[in-house]
């Protein structure tokens, strides 16, 4: 039986409208070509020894290691040589990829669970690229606690790793234990062009705009109008969604009346995911979040959980003062930007005065052009104009402050990294990646007097 945190929070289910189909509006056509992505130097800060990260202790067979922490950001040596377009950290996982601009895959980090996709279990302390996809293009990734999704450009999407609630979507091996160390194909036939992984379940977005999910459904994350709860034996189980299934339905509800009603047609760009919970960003701009609803984290002003995806009604699309830009998931709450470079929060997380079940802004950012957002669990990242920035809780460098600074409850600026603009950023746990532009003079020679990860 799966524990749930906080388990006294209530579960809300809406009585949905007989099925309809969404529309196809996108009249069959793939997505356009993106532009050519920015490529640059990734970086990392906080701590190197991957087996302890969120632990007081190293699993029984954990090969042990002592090393200290990065405690500003650092140059990525087995990186240096190849051009990085994406860094993939996640609020769950003590595992990241990169993505280079031919489409290679580099992993580093946990792999207990085979959520690297070596075909092992070894843990690898520095970045190593991941030999399956060596003949594929890769054009997205996504993690969580112990599994990964890889996008491809030719076969679709693969997972690897964890699979006990049949959270890669891959029709089989799931139960309680069941991992996979090869990828194999998610059960999806169209291509999927984004995904993201919580805690035990994962979301796809497709190139037609339609939004799957599978894993657990436990506080509702995956959006289907159902937590999956059985009784066996006077025992409460919930049911693994091992293959991905359509979220038909979307809504928005009345604050006032509180009188909910069906949005047709929601085509989707844009997915995210904390521990139990979920947002999403529909192509028209609109902001969508449902699961598991603790400390208000899906901005609804309640704090009960929300079975099918809800509109936040703060962001208006149109509207260029409240116009959703950027929006993520920390393990805790979320994270929003509009179209101004503004700052938004609520939900936990890890800020002085700012849980709050409702967006607001994050003042001491007020002046600030935010570009990028990388929300952790216990602390968390910005990118901003040419400075890095950083807040919550730390105990190993991943603020990117020196060895002095555990914490820092207003967000504060990185250090070594001043004049860097960067291209993302992410936080996983207990560790902090950061993508480097490195197309100018002066940007160059910010980056030679960093040190180096020679792991």
Known sequence: MAAVEEPSAKRQKVEEEPEKAVEDVSNGKEEEVEKKKPSGIPL???SLNWDLMGREKSRVNAKPRKVEPAWTPQIISALSEVRVTDIIAGPCAAHSFFITDNGQLFGLGRNESGQLGLGNTIRQDGAIEIPFFVDKKVIGAAVGRGHSIILTEEDGAYGMGDNDMGQLGIGTNVGKGATVTTPKPVQLQQKVK???????????VTSKGFLYSAGSSESGQLGINDNGEYIEGRKLFYTAHAVPTRVHSFFTKDPRTKEVTRVPNVLIRYVSAGQHHCLAISE??????WGFNGHGRLGHRTTENELIPMRVLHFRPGDKNSCVKVAKCSYGGCFAVNNLGNLYCWGQNQIARLECPYPIPVEDLYGWNV????????HHVIAADFSSIAMGKATTGELGMGHTVKSSSRPDKMHGVD??????????????????????????????????NDD
């Open 371 to 378: 570009n990028d957002i990388g929300p952790g669990k216990n």
């Open 284 to 289: 028209t701009d609109e902001l969508y979040t």
């Open 44 to 46: 990392i800060c906080g």
């Open 194 to 204: 984004h995904a993201a992984c919580g805690f035990d379940f994962t979301l796809f």
């Open 419 to 452: 004049g860097l603009k960067m291209i993302q950023c992410g936080a996983g746990a207990a560790h902090t990646l950061l993508l480097a532009a490195d197309d100018d003079d002066e940007s160059k020679e910010i980056l030679k007097k960093l040190d180096v």
